[in-house]
């Protein structure tokens, strides 16, 4: 009987402690936004799942712009957008283009795997040839001077914004590739350089390249998934600490203070917070920053509205 009222007298303080913490976390800086793929579409993502291609599969919507182009980005900058979320992928010649697909099929006028193709024949490529909104009818990107980048190109454009670099790439040369060019060419820039990799680059960016910031969507599940079941004690989950945390609308109802004491929480512990909305119309959702949390979304004619 004496051990058990010990035990309760050590489970009361610890929930009187945990609910002080939580009532003594402040207001939340304001979210940040990041533009997801660099704006573009809407995409229907039940299409997308069958055809696994994003050019046939967009939305007709308020967006003028397609994914991954100076034009989006030039526009997400315009509108004062903060993060650039974008899509590298490795040439057979060892450059990196900012595009998303493993193929040219879909979305361009050429053919063939990106990382079998040279950086001069996929430069010559019209990047919105495929984009359709009506199963092939119309064709509203063609022609109109979109073309692929170098990941050089758009890091150079845009100096002083935070880049997340999604590496559609998972070999050794990639990760590697990659590191070489940001260490050499940006080394001061590593700071607000993200690198969204798979569980074997961020193994490789860990140990072989510290300096760069990584992280993989699987850890991202782990942290989520850990943050829902012990949460509320107000640890921070290890592999959640100092980074992003990417969260799907459906699981924030789950999350232990979600949003404004999330917000602030993580934020104490180094890390900052965002809904993860991809292309996905924002009108559907009520967004405010002042809640601390930030927003990963293409729908550039939604955040137009959201910071208006």
Not at 89 to 113: E, I, K
Not at 290 to 297: A, E, K, L, T
Request: hydrophobic share 40%.
């Amino acid at each position: 009987m004496k051990n058990f009222k010990y035990f309760l007298l050590i489970v009361t303080v610890l929930s009187v402690a945990i609910l002080l913490y939580w009532t003594s976390l402040g207001v939340p800086e304001p979210g940040m936004l990041a533009v997801y793929r660099g704006g573009g579409q809407l995409v229907n993502y039940q299409q997308i799942y069958k055809n696994n291609c994003t050019a046939s599969s967009i939305v007709e919507s308020e967006n003028q712009t397609i994914e991954n182009t100076v034009q989006s980005l030039d526009l997400a900058n315009d509108l004062g957008v903060e993060i650039f979320h974008i899509n590298a992928n490795m040439t057979a010649d060892g450059q990196f283009v900012v595009f998303h697909d493993w193929t040219l099929d879909c979305a361009t006028n050429g053919s063939g795997v990106v990382n079998e193709t040279d950086l001069q024949d996929i430069l010559a490529l019209d990047a919105g040839y495929g984009f359709t909104y009506d199963n092939g009818n119309t064709y509203p990107f063609r022609g109109k001077g979109y073309r692929i980048s170098t990941l050089k190109e758009v890091l150079n454009r845009f100096p002083k914004k935070e880049f997340w670099v999604n590496l559609k790439a998972n070999s050794e040369e990639a990760f590697d590739g990659l590191r070489i060019l940001l260490e050499n060419e940006y080394p001061e820039r590593l700071d607000s350089i993200l690198v969204f990799t798979s569980p074997k680059g961020l193994n490789f960016y860990q140990s072989e390249a510290p300096r760069i910031a990584a992280l993989s969507f699987e850890s991202t599940k782990s942290c989520v998934i850990q943050y829902i079941v012990y949460g509320w004690t107000s640890i921070i989950p290890p592999v959640c600490e100092k980074r992003a945390i990417l969260l799907p609308p459906s699981k924030t109802k789950y999350l232990w203070g979600y949003p404004e004491k999330l917000a602030a929480h993580v934020r104490k512990k180094g890390g900052r917070v965002f809904l993860w909305e991809k292309h996905t119309s924002l009108n559907d959702h009520k967004v405010k920053l002042s809640d601390g949390i930030g927003v990963v979304s293409g729908d550039l004619a939604g955040i137009e509205k959201v910071l208006n």
